[in-house]
């Protein structure tokens, strides 16, 4: 008999929770769901060896650098 009575609580808690949601929308899971961004190709610097996104990329005669400072430094 105890156990009938706790199974009609939770079958009656979850019958409310699930009434109170509205209906069409999917529950929130708290964070607004985002798309994610598409993977980049990584390269890596000539000088320091430090992979970054090709699109950050400074493009040298002898290959592809992390910054100006360092295309400088590689390429007198």
């Known amino acids: 008999m105890k156990y ?3 199974f009609a609580v939770v ?3 979850v019958w409310l929770w699930r009434s ?3 209906a069409g929308q999917p529950p929130k899971r708290g964070q607004d769901s985002k ?3 598409e993977p980049q190709d990584m390269v890596r610097c000539q000088l320091c060896g ?3 996104a090709q699109a950050d990329a ?5 290959g592809v650098y992390c910054c100006v400072e360092h295309q400088q430094r590689a390429e007198p």
């Open 4 to 6: 009938l009575l706790v």
């Open 20 to 22: 109170g949601r509205q």
């Open 58 to 62: 400074i493009q040298g005669q002898r």
């Open 35 to 37: 798309p994610a961004a």
């Open 11 to 13: 079958l009656i808690g």
């Open 50 to 52: 430090v992979h970054f």
